[in-house]
C-alpha cells in the first residue's frame, strides 16, 4: 500500500467561497471548453481575461463560455464590492481537477469612498 501524498493549502474564508462557487457553477458549463479554465482581472481597466479549452474560438472573438465565465467572474468582483472590498488581484486556474486562486484587496473602504464622492 503506497502513502498518497497530502499537502496542506491555507485559504482565506472569501477564497474558498470564490472557489467553492466557481467548481459549483462549472458544472453548467460545456464540459469540454471547462476542462481547462484561466480567469484574470485586470484591475486597471477593470476587465477579464479569460482562456478555456475550447479549440474553435475565432481570433478576437470571444465564445459564449467565455462569455458566461466573464459574467460568472464578474459576479463574484460585484459581490466583494458590496462587502466594501475592492479586488485588485482575482487570478482563478481550473486544470486536470485543481483549482488555482490568487485573490487580493485593497484596504480601501469602499462606502467611504462613494459617500466621498457623492456628497462633496
Excluded: C
Aim: hydrophobic share 40%; no cysteine; aromatic share 10%.
Amino acid at each position: 500500500m503506497s502513502n498518497p501524498k497530502t499537502t496542506s493549502k491555507t485559504l482565506t474564508t472569501d477564497e474558498l467561497v470564490v472557489l467553492m462557487n466557481f467548481y459549483h457553477t462549472k458544472d453548467t458549463w460545456d464540459k469540454a471548453g471547462a476542462a481547462n479554465i484561466s480567469i484574470a482581472y485586470d484591475d486597471q481597466y477593470r476587465d477579464f481575461e479569460v482562456i478555456t479549452a475550447e479549440e474553435s474560438v475565432r481570433k478576437g472573438r470571444i465564445s459564449k463560455l467565455q462569455a458566461e465565465i466573464t459574467a460568472w467572474a464578474e459576479g463574484q468582483i460585484n459581490a466583494f464590492m458590496y462587502q466594501n472590498k475592492k479586488v485588485n488581484a482575482f487570478v482563478l486556474t481550473f486544470a486536470d481537477d485543481v483549482l488555482g486562486i490568487e485573490l487580493g484587496f485593497e484596504s480601501v473602504d469602499i462606502a467611504a469612498t462613494e459617500s466621498a464622492a457623492t456628497n462633496p
